[in-house]
């Protein structure tokens, strides 16, 4: 399955990854790919 829209994080970007933890969609620049989430769940965990 193919993402499109804008990355939920700065909403400037093409989304390419949804991360798994959030749900959110966001660019090559928001997602880590070490960490298999986006930058916003593991910058701060908010649950
Ligand atoms: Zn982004
Ligand atoms: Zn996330």
């Given at each position: 399955m193919s993402v499109t829209g804008l990355?939920?994080?700065?909403?400037?970007a093409t989304a390419r990854y949804t991360c798994g933890r959030c749900g959110r969609v966001v660019c090559g620049d928001h997602w880590n790919d070490a960490g298999g989430a986006c930058t916003a769940c593991l910058q701060g965990h908010q649950q």
């Open positions: 990355c939920q994080i700065c909403e400037a």
